[in-house]
């Protein structure tokens, strides 16, 4: 871990980072600074990266070559002490299968806070308590994960991640898996977060969301970042044919 | 055929009956502590077979190597080499020992596998958000894995168990005094064979058939419990 | 501990040794092709039968999936004669293996016809196929691709399991492995050797048997994990 001095310091810089799943090279080349507070959208047709990038951050993914750093911090993916550290200040929410089954909803939520972060349990229960309340699930806490709806599993895993008290947090495709009647509830809850400034980095494919939550949006494809940008720029008038194809396409499909 | 009931007074006297009876708990006797060893230390084996990191791939690379070995070779060979290693070696002439040290082994490579199918069925995110959580390997396979993969693994576990009881009846061929065995020695002593052998027929099936209905069973409420 | 293990006396018999694995493979095609013709013939009863033959197949399956296969060849070979039929050994563990392999395949076979999903006989059935037709490009080719895993995972078994022939006498694989011990009496050398025999003709099936699956069913099969 190294100490790096500097002025206007991002919260994530990336640089020149190229990550592989097995031979393929799944991300190329990627630069990318994220400032604290800001919500960044990642936009782009599938196999382009764009979960590789929040699996790659949260340590899912090594890294083959570049540098990650965290709040001044560079950090080694390969470490495993690092590792812990930046686990601590990332948290992921994943498409599906986000909740452990064998738990209920309460139990989930503390979970990794009680047993990982060792902090002091009726603490933990209390602020647990008052997640799941504000995503609008507090009667849910003795629920097991399959007697609940996918939304609702989703608004759980969001909660969970909160608790861990994370400085950033990942969205990868949440609502992709959802009965599109349960989408709405779940972005009602990253509507609330981001209003209350948490770093985010969101993957999604609903885009009128995005356009509206984003402080930037980011237009990736076959693994490099071709575009990033004002969500109205990127929307209305991209400066990269890549992108405006495929804002095209999308748009056209709503 | 009078002749065969005419002998059947003189089959079923109660030093045969004792006889036959702890034959009986020499077969159930392998097959249970082939089994639970097996599943002790096949469930080590899945565990460390899953692990990831490098200064473990020797003992994974003998794991599989282990596994593989005693899946693709006939119970009777394993019980034969097994048999003349001890001999030779003069480590042992005990029979039930050298059969029970080999079903052991045979039931571990068996058991390993089985629970390493169950822990490999659990959706692979769920290993993501614990890991993404700062779990470690084994707090993740003993807070989140196990729980859920028990009732994958218990049905074909239990399955394998019932199968195992009519292959200890090869440890017959070492000599060891299980069914088959009484069966082969009444059969010599000069009973008929269709006496013999359908008595024994009849005492396997005893043993394995309400085992099976139970697993049915069991797999039954099982697949409502997860549903 | 004084024992070397000297394997050359034991790899002059090599040659012998293979040619009981053809014995090897003799019977467990026939007990196997034998087994899948009773068994696809007992499924049909059981998932399209009538009562009574349905429970008479019922009392065969269990009889046959709850005692050994070992006892089961024992008494064909020794009880039989005191009804006047007398079979060679060979004979003996053919049937015996073929008729537990009939009761096995049978169950196999019989979960494959129930997993036919009603959607896609509706399917076929509103394409305006026909019957033959909807076996054929439907039904068949599904079943097919559902059973070829659990089948071609009964077969290895039944490789390993002709290894009881030996018992009776038969000079397959195992069975000369006998003979060769008798001779040189390098017991642990002879063993081992049939041993690796073994799990190379495993390896052997097991990779032709996932080769056709995915080729010819589509049935995705692994080799090792």
């Not at chain 1, 349960?182 to 009128?208: C, F, K, W």
């Not at chain 2, 006889?19 to 009986?24: Q, T």
């Not at chain 2, 000069?190 to 139970?214: E, H, K, N, Q, V």
Request: charged fraction near 15%; aromatic fraction near 12%; glycine fraction near 6%.
């Amino acid at each position: 871990m190294e100490n790096i001095w500097r002025e206007n310091l991002s919260q994530i810089e990336i640089k020149s980072l190229n990550a592989y799943y097995d031979k393929l090279h799944v991300l190329k080349d990627i630069n990318l600074n994220v400032e604290k507070g800001e919500i960044l959208s990642l936009i782009g047709p599938s196999g382009s990266g764009k979960s590789s990038l929040l699996k790659m951050l949260v340590g899912l993914l090594k890294p083959k070559s570049g540098n990650v750093i965290l709040n001044n911090n560079q950090l080694n993916y390969n470490n495993n002490s690092d590792l812990r550290i930046i686990r601590e200040q990332i948290a992921i929410v994943f498409q599906q299968y986000n909740l452990f089954q064998n738990m209920n909803v309460l139990k989930n939520v503390c979970i990794a806070p009680t047993k990982i972060q060792k902090r002091n349990k009726k603490q933990v229960e209390e602020q647990a308590i008052n997640l799941l309340e504000k995503v609008g699930l507090k009667d849910k806490l003795k629920s097991y994960p399959d007697e609940l709806s996918g939304g609702q599993q989703q608004r759980v895993a969001i909660a969970r991640a909160l608790c861990l008290n994370p400085e950033i947090l990942l969205l990868d495709e949440v609502t992709s898996a959802l009965d599109p009647e349960l989408v709405q509830e779940v972005l009602d809850s990253v509507r609330l977060l981001a209003s209350e400034g948490m770093t985010m980095l969101i993957v999604s494919h609903e885009m009128s969301f995005v356009k509206e939550v984003s402080s930037r949006v980011v237009f990736m494809d076959n693994g490099s970042i071709i575009e990033i940008n004002d969500p109205k720029i990127i929307f209305e008038n991209p400066k990269e044919k890549r992108t405006s194809d495929f804002v095209g396409k999308i748009l056209k499909d709503k | 055929m009078e002749r065969l009931i005419e002998e059947i007074p003189s089959f079923f006297t109660i030093w045969n009956i004792i006889f036959l009876a702890k034959a009986m708990g020499v077969t159930f006797l392998l097959t249970a502590i082939g089994c639970f060893v097996g599943f002790s230390v096949g469930g080590l084996l899945a565990i460390f077979r899953k692990t990831k990191s490098l200064a473990l791939l020797p003992l994974r690379i003998f794991i599989v190597i282990y596994t593989e070995i005693f899946r693709r070779i006939p119970f009777l060979i394993s019980l034969l080499l097994m048999f003349y290693i001890f001999m030779i070696l003069k480590i042992s002439d005990n029979l039930f020992l050298i059969a029970t040290i080999t079903v052991c082994l045979i039931a571990t490579a068996y058991i390993g596998e089985i629970i390493r199918s169950g822990i490999e069925s659990i959706n692979q995110t769920q290993w993501d958000a614990a890991e993404a959580m700062n779990f470690s390997y084994f707090q993740i396979l003993k807070e989140v894995i196990f729980p859920q993969a028990w009732k994958v693994i218990l049905p074909p576990a239990f399955s394998f168990f019932i199968m195992f009881i009519k292959d200890t009846a090869l440890a017959s061929q070492i000599g060891v005094m299980e069914l088959t065995f009484a069966a082969k020695i009444l059969n010599n002593k000069g009973f008929s064979p269709l006496l013999s052998f359908g008595t024994i027929l009849i005492l396997y099936f005893i043993l394995s058939f309400p085992l099976d209905r139970f697993g049915k069973y069991m797999e039954r409420k099982l697949v409502t419990n997860r549903n | 501990m004084g024992y070397t293990l000297v394997y050359t006396q034991v790899l002059e018999f090599f040659p012998y040794l293979i040619k009981g694995a053809w014995i090897s493979l003799q019977i467990v095609v026939l007990a196997f092709f034998g087994g899948m013709f009773f068994g696809l013939i007992f499924a049909t009863i059981r998932t399209f039968g009538n009562k009574l033959m349905n429970n008479m197949v019922i009392w065969y399956v269990t009889f046959f999936t709850n005692t050994p296969q070992l006892v089961q060849i024992y008494f064909l070979f020794f009880a039989l004669p005191e009804f006047g039929i007398l079979l060679s050994p060979f004979v003996a563990v053919l049937l015996g293996m073929t008729l537990n392999a009939a009761a096995y395949l049978c169950e196999i076979q019989r979960a494959g016809f129930l997993s036919i999903r009603q959607n896609e006989l509706d399917a076929a059935k509103t394409l305006n196929f026909t019957l033959t037709q909807q076996v054929k490009y439907v039904i068949l080719p599904h079943i097919m691709k559902v059973l070829f895993p659990p089948l071609s995972n009964h077969y290895i078994i039944m490789t390993l399991g002709t290894s009881m022939a030996a018992i009776f006498g038969v000079e397959e694989l195992t069975g000369r492995a006998f003979n060769i011990n008798s001779e040189t009496f390098r017991s642990v050398e002879i063993f081992s050797l049939t041993a690796l025999v073994y799990i190379a003709i495993t390896f052997l099936a097991t990779f032709m048997l996932a080769i056709i699956g995915r080729y010819f069913f589509k049935a995705k099969m692994r080799i090792i994990q």
